[in-house]
């Protein structure tokens, strides 16, 4: 039986995001926080709209250092805004080039109290500004005697811990992709087209109750792929092909993000190695995801195993990464990454190997760090290549 989770949070999951993070600027001597992007306006707010389709409009949060957030928005957003918990809501006529809520943003600014004259905005790893470059230029020569601080770094730690409601919806999310990888067998074929194969994995996906599946990709060859990264295409699947399917499904603004492999017919032994040392290497890493070990650790433990099971390398560049309201988060689970993991932590483990020449093998799960080691968000694949004939 499908279970139903409340849509959004209530009041005090925003109280204690916003309480973390004034903890944080006090430390760091920040009067303000500034956020420009969806995933940090919606975190800190609870302002959840698809109309960040448009790239029209700019958007604005304004942490004080005390005090609930305060937005700058276009007016087209005051009423969705006003169905948050945010009370004080500042609004002009937008589209206007000639002052698209800049001034109005600089003396919000200007007037909070002034202690340390610092003002932490994400500019570093991993964050963009959602805004005109040459609006942020004026922004910043109007709030006078004040420095902006990066704080990306800060943001992708107290985001990468989950509160239990959101662990949940990810947990929800995975089901839902549980489904659809599920149902491959009874639709796919040989014949049947990449695109094909993905668009009744979509259809599946919506039905047992995804709200988008803004990921979807396919990769497919004899033995193997080139790429996980494109797709799906109007290749039509052979005998002895090997198809990878990755998604992130969504489930009330969180993500899911794993593959899975689907062999059609006997494939070469050799592919059936490969399965079988990255499905051992996501053991490796899921025994190493514990607290006080870290991203680094997974990454050795789970490449350890492929580099003695043949691998040729890996062009990734990572072998997982956080997970949440983004499709991939931080951390980074490479050699040099070194992030402590904590309970409450949601990240991928995705080994993958190049095990010939232009062949690839990935597998990727979802796990969420928990007080004795990890637990699987997804459903686990099965541990051997599983073959549609």
């Not at 943003?105 to 964050?127: C, E, H, K, W």
């Not at 549980?178 to 067998?185: A, K, Q, S, V």
């Not at 003695?308 to 040099?336: M, Y």
Request: hydrophobic share 40%; charged share 25%.
């Amino acid at each position: 039986m499908a279970v139903t989770l409340p849509r959004g949070f209530d009041n005090t999951e925003f109280e204690n995001r916003t309480r973390q993070l004034q903890k944080m600027m006090a430390d760091e001597r920040l009067d303000a926080v500034l956020f420009t992007t969806e995933p940090n306006v919606r975190y800190y707010s609870g302002f959840f709209t698809q109309f960040w389709e448009s790239p029209t409009r700019p958007w604005y949060l304004v942490i004080p250092a005390h005090g609930k957030p305060i937005a700058v928005i276009p007016e087209i957003g005051s009423s969705g805004m006003a169905a948050t918990w945010i009370d004080d809501i500042r609004t002009w006529a937008s589209p206007n080039p000639l002052d698209d809520g800049i001034s109005l943003l600089a003396d919000l600014l200007n007037s909070l109290p002034r202690t340390y004259g610092r003002i932490g905005a994400t500019l570093g790893i991993q964050s963009r500004i959602r805004m005109p470059f040459n609006n942020f230029i004026e922004l910043s020569q109007r709030i006078t005697g004040v420095e902006l601080i990066d704080i990306a770094a800060h943001i992708h730690r107290l985001r990468s811990v989950k509160s239990t409601a959101e662990i949940e919806k990810i947990r929800k999310a995975c089901d839902i992709a549980h489904t659809g990888f599920t149902n491959i067998p009874n639709h796919a074929r040989i014949g049947k087209k990449e695109r094909e194969i993905c668009t009744q994995m979509r259809i599946d996906m919506l039905q047992a109750g995804a709200d988008a599946v803004k990921y979807l990709i396919a990769g497919s060859g004899r033995d193997g792929y080139d790429s996980i990264i494109m797709g799906p295409t109007d290749r039509v699947l052979k005998h002895g092909d090997v198809l990878i399917i990755d998604t992130g499904a969504v489930y009330d603004g969180y993500f899911c993000d794993f593959d899975r492999n689907f062999a059609f017919g006997r494939p070469s032994d050799e592919t059936l190695r490969a399965y079988d040392v990255v499905y051992r290497a996501t053991d490796a890493g899921f025994e190493a995801a514990r607290p006080g070990a870290t991203t680094t650790d997974i990454f050795h433990a789970m490449w350890t195993v492929m580099e003695a099971g043949g691998a040729l390398g890996n062009d990734v560049g990572r072998l997982g990464h956080g997970l949440g309201i983004e499709l991939t988060e931080w951390p980074s689970n490479t050699a040099s990454d070194r992030t402590p993991l904590v309970p409450g932590m949601v990240i991928t483990l995705e080994p993958g190997m190049t095990y010939s020449s232009g062949k690839q093998m990935v597998h990727e799960e979802n796990i969420v760090i928990t007080e004795d080691g990890a637990e699987y968000l997804s459903i686990r694949c099965p541990p051997e290549l599983p073959i549609i004939d």
